[in-house]
């Protein structure tokens, strides 16, 4: 087992990204080109992956690799003494969202088939060859377009992929993860401020990740207007060509349905029990009690990532403006990957 040469490449990585995003020359020279031109290619074959969005996700895991946090994850598993090939179908829906999966094997003394999502196929590879360089060449993985030889594995889609996978897999220890998303409660005394947070919750990366917000739950008494003034740190997100065509569709048919809607022309709040909300609208409701929203919430577990509101609720809650920021020990569907490798 090599875990402390892994952790140390992973320590250096930390460190050779946030040079990289500090614009520190001495450090990176050559290589700063090569990751400028990965970052360009990516958001000109996937226009959601614009270059702000990948950095934002490479400055996340900059900070989460220091050598506390990850022993800290670390002294709460076991490492396994025989390696197994554990089988990775990695999602593509935000920049570097299989990256979690990959480190957890590859730290559980496993070893990775890593199967990439199309829409996501630059960045990891890069960040696994610098890992691998740092680490002394001590971290396994290899890139696959079929599983084969796996002896777990683990796996991301959609709600309607995830049935195929699950009888695909049937035979075999799995994770097969599927469709989440997440909410937030307010109180009605949030400051400016808390909701501006809010408000990062929602747009970053467009809203398309499991832990974006997209179902807000307010008082009766709530002013609506409240939200799109709060909001206007993210109205240039609607010169974005996709986001602006999902905008401009969603709005045309709850027109053309006579459907209420309020709306601040880059994003719509829409009175609705729903839970997913389409991409640019943001499902609310109103609630006289506080048991009604819990009540809510514990009978849509299955499918909430996460919920952003104040501790003080006692919601099992993360605070406003940290939704995109999951620890190490935050794993997808809840399910903790680490543990599930134990048993490989």
Not at 72 to 81: G, H, P, T, V
Not at 120 to 140: C, G, Q, R
Not at 150 to 169: H, P
Request: charged residues 25%.
């Amino acid at each position: 087992m090599n875990t402390e040469n892994q952790v140390l490449g992973l320590i250096k990585l930390s460190d050779y990204i946030k040079a990289f995003l500090a614009k520190k020359p001495e450090y990176h020279n050559e290589d700063d080109a090569d990751i400028e031109l990965l970052l360009k290619r990516s958001e000109i074959e996937n226009p959601w992956f614009t270059i702000d969005n990948q950095k934002f996700a490479l400055q996340q895991w900059a900070d989460l690799l220091t050598e506390d946090n990850i022993k800290k994850w670390l002294k709460n598993y076991s490492i396994s003494k025989v390696s197994k090939r554990v089988g990775l179908i990695l999602a593509g829906n935000i920049p570097l969202v299989g990256f979690h999966d990959v480190v957890s094997v590859v730290l559980s003394n496993h070893i990775p088939l890593v199967k990439l999502s199309s829409k996501d196929k630059y960045l990891i590879p890069f960040l696994l060859k610098k890992w691998k360089e740092f680490s002394e060449d001590h971290v396994p993985f290899e890139f696959v377009e079929k599983l084969e030889n796996f002896d777990a594995v683990i796996a991301t889609g959609s709600n309607n992929t995830a049935r195929y996978l699950e009888y695909y897999f049937k035979n075999h220890l799995s994770i097969i993860r599927k469709n989440r998303t997440s909410v937030a409660v307010l109180k009605g005394d949030e400051s400016d401020e808390e909701l501006q947070l809010l408000a990062k919750d929602i747009f970053q990366y467009f809203g398309l990740g499991c832990r974006n917000v997209t179902r807000i739950f307010i008082p009766e008494d709530f002013v609506i207007d409240r939200l799109f003034e709060n909001f206007l740190g993210y109205q240039d997100i609607i010169n974005h060509n996709k986001y602006a065509n999902n905008y401009d569709y969603n709005r045309a048919v709850y027109l053309l349905n006579q459907e209420k809607f309020w709306d601040n022309n880059f994003v719509m709040l829409k009175e609705d029990d729903k839970l997913f909300s389409p991409l640019s609208v943001i499902n609310f409701s109103r609630y006289e009690s506080l048991e009604d929203v819990k009540n809510f919430i514990a009978e849509n577990e299955a499918n909430i990532q996460c919920v952003v509101a104040k501790e003080e609720l006692e919601l099992n809650t993360i605070s406003f403006g940290e939704a995109q920021n999951p620890g190490l020990d935050t794993y997808a569907d809840n399910v903790d990957t680490m543990k599930f490798l134990e048993l490989v």
